[in-house]
């Protein structure tokens, strides 16, 4: 599997923690080591995205009313059912000139693996209704739906959508079953931009409003833009997404969402476009902490050699989806299209993380260390998700603010962690319990030898 090494700075203080005298207040949330909002320090490890491990195609556009470029697919979990909606199109494969209109189409499922196609009976096609087609005419190039978990909405808003055009902008939309689709607005709510991609939006529990990502020019490039709402109708602070100095790229879809195991870190799989290497796509991650600013990665996480047909132009996005599917805690799940403007139909294929498994801190023969900046918790224990190879191990450390291991917990005292564990509770000669740490500034340290570490909690 091919790797992105990322060196960690030798040293990072992140400015937003206020300095080693102002500790960063985690309560008992999950926190990824993914980024370096956390990070005072560290020694011999290296930050490595990975790759998804390909699985099964769990669906294909072989339905009539379906082709090689239907696209712009969006999964989420709603109670014990699974839902998917896309569109549904075709082109000539050597003309590419579209076959037929748009249509937006739906199909569900109980695992996330088997779906199948309900004949909603809404639309018609060559005679029938008898058929998965959800929506007909204006929305259908780009129609993104999520389940609003906003406590204050309507149960005739439920469900709510995007969708967009080139010029005129993004129309919401509402649903009181996922279904059936009204318009909550004549007029498009966001006009500034570029829209012939998969716009999207969602309810941020954390922060309390609406957060919608769509795309827009900027100096020629293809690029994200952003905005949020209280309402789902007026928007604003309007922004552009940065990525520090990572290079300029055309980014295309985005495929933004808080992570659903830590809502206050937004994740992405945006989709890079190489235009001068012969078009092709690949999507790659990104990790941010207010919605605007990002930690992008360089390595594609579903490179063009994943199984099968992902070369040229639009055959290889991540779609709008991160599940968690029956039967496997220790998995998420993605999904990726293929075979776009082939000779066959488009296929959507899934592919599995590690739970929290996005961004690994790794370390090799030689002992590596990371300290986090002083930080308070609530809960009485700490646990760590990672991996240690044979002959690996972890190690962790707490110090007071002041960088001296406290007594009990330093690591001579700390049991060491093998194996692989997606929770494992740290413990001590004395024990796990840290309760008596609770609001108390302390630095957490980890030590890691053939090892990798993904995500820590105080719980």
């Known amino acids: 599997m091919r790797l992105y090494a990322f060196l960690l700075p030798a040293s990072i203080v992140v400015a937003s923690t206020g300095g080693a005298a102002e500790p960063v207040a985690l309560g008992d949330r999950l926190e990824l080591f993914a980024d370096d909002a956390l990070v005072a320090s560290h020694q011999g490890l290296e930050r490595v995205v990975q790759q998804p491990v390909p699985g099964e195609v769990v669906l294909t556009m072989d339905a009539p009313w379906e082709g090689n470029t239907s696209a712009y697919y969006t ?3 709603d109670g014990d059912l699974y839902r998917m909606y896309y569109r549904a199109s075709a082109a000539d494969p050597k003309t590419k000139k579209s076959l037929r209109g748009e249509v937006t189409c739906y199909a569900e499922s109980r695992d996330g693996l088997q779906w199948v196609r309900p004949d909603l009976g809404i639309h018609e096609f060559q005679g029938s209704k008898a ?3 959800l929506l007909t005419g204006e929305g259908t190039h780009n129609f993104t739906p ?5 406590p204050a909405a309507t149960a005739d808003t439920r469900y709510k959508a995007m969708s967009g055009s080139f010029k005129k902008g993004l ?10 689709w009204r318009k909550l607005s004549a007029t498009p709510v966001i006009t500034d931009g570029a829209f012939d991609s998969q716009n999207l939006a969602f309810w941020d529990p954390v922060r309390g409003e609406y957060r919608a990502y769509w795309r827009y020019f900027g100096n020629k490039v293809r690029a994200i833009r952003t905005a949020v709402s209280k309402d789902f109708l007026t928007w604003e602070r309007q922004a552009d997404l940065a990525y520090g100095d990572a290079p300029v790229q055309h980014l295309y879809t985005n495929a933004i969402r808080p992570y659903f195991r830590a809502p206050h870190l937004f994740i992405g799989f945006p989709t890079r476009f190489l235009p ?8 790659v ?4 902490r207010d919605g605007v600013n990002f930690l992008r990665y360089d390595d594609a996480v579903v490179p063009e050699d994943a199984p099968a047909d992902r070369k040229g132009n639009r055959s290889n996005y991540m ?3 991160l599940l968690s599917l029956p039967g496997e805690p220790g998995k998420l799940s993605v999904y990726a299209t293929e075979a776009y403007y082939g000779p066959v139909p488009g296929r959507v294929r899934r592919f599995t993380y590690r739970v929290d498994g996005f961004v690994a801190l790794q370390a090799g023969s030689a002992t590596g260390v990371v300290e986090t900046v002083p930080v308070t918790f609530k809960g009485s224990h700490l646990t760590l998700n990672y991996k240690a190879r044979e002959n690996g191990l972890v190690r962790v450390e707490l110090s007071g603010a002041d960088g001296r291991p406290l007594p009990g917990f330093s690591f001579a005292e700390s049991q060491p962690l093998t194996g692989d564990e997606v929770k494992a509770t740290v413990c001590w000669q004395s024990g796990h319990d840290v309760a008596g740490l609770t609001g108390q500034p302390i630095v957490v340290r980890i030590e890691a030898k053939h090892a990798e570490l993904y995500s820590m909690r105080f719980h």
């Open 131 to 133: 058929n998965n087609i």
């Open 146 to 150: 999520f389940r609003d978990e906003n």
């Open 75 to 77: 999964l989420f979990q």
């Open 285 to 288: 991650f990104m990790v941010g």
């Open 276 to 283: 001068n290497e012969g078009e092709r796509v690949e999507p």
């Open 171 to 180: 129309l919401p939309w509402g649903s009181p079953d996922g279904i059936h």
């Open 319 to 321: 779609t709008n989806a």
